[in-house]
Antibody
Framework: QVQLEESGPGLAKPSQTLSLICNVS??????????WSWIRQHPGKGLEWLGY???????HYNPSLRSRVVISVDTSKTQFSLKVRSVTAADTAVYFC??????????????WGPGTTVTVSS | DVQMTQSPSSLSASVGDRVTFTCRAS??????LNWYQQKPGKAPNLLIF???SLQSGVPSRFSGSGSGTDFTLTISSLQPEDFATYYC?????????FGGGTKLEIK
């Protein structure tokens, strides 16, 4: 059974880089044609897709983040990471790592980490 | 970007009721439409993928329909554990986008 879990600092200072890691257990990135995403949810708000890395290592990002986001895969293929540069208070949110499905399930996001809260504050 | 619009934003219903949620895409997305349920403090849970396919482990009282730009999620007989927020999401083209959600509350 595939499980995901986010880890990283719960607090970031304005203008710094937010870095989170998603640990993947029960699967490896690269198998099954899956896409691996990061999604965030601002307090009391809806869901925002930040980007994904594909099974082949190709990345695609949400243009709304203005190139501040990088998603990459660890060489072990059991972790993928998120970096958000130049954070502000607007980046305060719960961050989820997600297995974003494959072509067989219309890329439905079928496995989610529990989420990790990141607060941006000086 | 494909904009996703859900209606209503909130809905009150009783146990045993049949409820329907609506989601509209700003352009055609074929059947690349997924539905999620989210309870407070928890990650979303995939209910329906491909507009009408039930995710494994999801009760059969949930069903989805639609194609193109208009989609619906129906719960045939509400159970107490169904009170939550429901989101639609298009996976047709990046950036992947979600609707604003419909909060289902107990009447």
């Amino acid at each position: 059974q595939v499980q995901l879990e986010e880890s990283g600092p719960g607090l970031a200072k304005p203008s710094q880089t937010l870095s989170l890691i998603c640990n993947v257990s029960g699967d490896t990135i690269g198998s099954g044609g899956y896409y691996w995403s990061w999604i965030r949810q601002h307090p009391g708000k809806g869901l925002e897709w930040l980007g994904y890395v594909s099974h082949s290592g190709r990345s695609h990002y949400n243009p709304s983040l203005r190139s501040r986001v990088v998603i990459s895969v660890d060489t072990s293929k059991t972790q993928f990471s998120l970096k958000v540069r130049s954070v502000t208070a607007a980046d305060t949110a719960v961050y989820f790592c997600v297995r974003g499905g494959n072509s067989f399930n219309y890329f439905g996001m079928d496995v989610w980490g529990p989420g990790t809260t990141v607060t941006v504050s000086s | 970007d494909v904009q996703m619009t859900q209606s209503p934003s909130s809905l009150s219903a009783s146990v045993g009721d049949r409820v329907t949620f609506t989601c509209r895409a700003s352009q055609t997305i074929s059947t690349y439409l997924n539905w999620y349920q989210q309870k407070p403090g928890k990650a979303p849970n995939l209910l329906i993928f491909g507009a009408s396919s039930l995710q494994s482990g999801v009760p059969s009282r949930f069903s989805g329909s639609g194609s193109g730009t208009d989609f619906t999620l129906t719960i045939s007989s509400l159970q107490p554990e169904d009170f939550a927020t429901y989101y639609c999401q298009q996976s047709y083209s990046p950036p992947l986008t979600f609707g604003g959600g419909t909060k289902l509350e107990i009447k």
